[in-house]
């Protein structure tokens, strides 16, 4: 279906980690913030704006893709103009998820305090559009919740708080809980385009290969399984949300990453890349946040070679070709 036939979006507002938060861990006082080189390298002006990658995020890609603006910005930490306002903004908080317990371990924005953000965030719409304009507004945005990585990658296979009380399946069931009450909360307060984006091959990622991945740095598959299984109780989940709230105004899907990132990642050079087991930073195994800096770690020589920007996060070349493939194969579909 051709991109002209998608109805015009008003607002992109997004909620979720690292992946797409512009820039709202630069307030905190936490170590989970990247608002210095050689983060941004490739942004406008060469400026690290608390992106958590070279250049532009999913956020600023499918803002882009619909039509609302070239860059989806933070909600804290910048002064918002009126028509930033109208347009939407990221509520999103590097290394928080689903479980509760997630932010607290590094002091970033829980996925519950993102929504009372969003409702200060509906009475300032409100005060600039006008209340029937702005409930306009939210009914017609398009919302993206990205989140999840985190409590599996860090909260659970990381630090020793959630083993001893659940094995990985019942931990998935905990997640897909605190998942679905956020959807419906986020329905409650006027979302109706609801995209949920689901869990990338975990046990890939750079930083995953170097803890549990062995000597040869395997991508690690007990946390591979553990986002197939998150992936595939949240459609369950989503398609019984659907029957449970109004569906004819009402459009929530799921957004399928696993796929298409395992893919590049097993087959780099069909896209372009010559690197996709390790970051452009630093030794590419480790580092990442304050460890990618431009004191104490080099950077690669050329980064559109690399999947990934640090061990964690992919690069803006990467982003590129997940959001075109996203749009296509799921905003294209459900917002015709």
């Not at 605190?178 to 385009?193: C, E, N, P, T, V």
């Not at 109780?233 to 398609?239: A, L, S, T």
């Not at 029957?243 to 105004?249: C, F, G, P, T, Y």
């Not at 020589?301 to 070349?317: I, L, M, N, Q, R």
């Amino acid at each position: 279906m051709a991109t002209s036939t998608i109805p015009k979006i008003p607002a992109l507002i997004v909620f979720g980690d690292s992946i797409v938060d512009p820039g709202n861990n630069d307030v905190l006082n936490t170590i989970i913030k990247c608002d210095f080189p050689p983060y941004g390298q490739d942004f406008i002006d060469h400026m690290p704006t608390g992106r958590f990658s070279n250049g532009l995020i999913p956020s600023d890609l499918i803002a882009k893709k619909l039509g609302v603006k070239d860059l989806l910005p933070p909600y804290l930490g910048v002064d918002l103009s009126p028509e930033e306002i109208l347009t939407g903004v990221s509520f999103a908080s590097g290394a928080t998820g689903y479980d509760p317990l997630t932010p607290k371990i590094v002091s970033v924005i829980s996925m519950e305090d993102e929504l009372k953000m969003f409702a200060e965030y509906k009475e300032r719409l409100y005060a600039v559009a006008g209340e029937e304009r702005g409930q306009e507004i939210i009914s017609q945005a398009m919302y993206v919740i990205c989140a999840g990585t985190d409590d599996i990658a860090n909260t659970y296979f990381t630090t020793p708080f959630r083993k001893p009380h659940y094995d990985v399946s019942s931990y998935v069931e905990f997640l897909i809980s605190k998942a679905s009450d956020f959807i419906k909360q986020l329905y409650d307060m006027g979302a109706r385009r609801i995209g949920f984006v689901g869990l990338p091959p975990i046990g890939c990622v750079p930083s995953q290969r170097t803890l549990g991945g062995g000597i040869e740095r395997e991508c690690e598959e007990t946390r591979n399984q553990a986002a197939q299984i998150f992936n595939s109780r949240i459609q369950q989940e989503i398609k019984r949300l659907g029957r449970e709230l109004n569906k004819q105004l009402s459009r929530i899907f799921y957004i399928d990453i696993y796929d298409i990132l395992l893919d590049i990642i097993q087959r780099p050079d069909y896209y372009g890349f010559k690197q996709s087991t390790r970051g452009c930073c630093g030794t590419g195994k480790l580092e990442v946040t304050l460890l990618c800096n431009s004191k104490t770690a080099t950077i690669c020589d050329d980064v559109t070679e690399y999947v990934f920007w640090d061990s964690y996060h992919p690069t803006e070349k990467a982003y590129r070709i997940i959001v075109d493939y996203i749009y296509v194969n799921f905003m294209n579909k459900n917002l015709c």
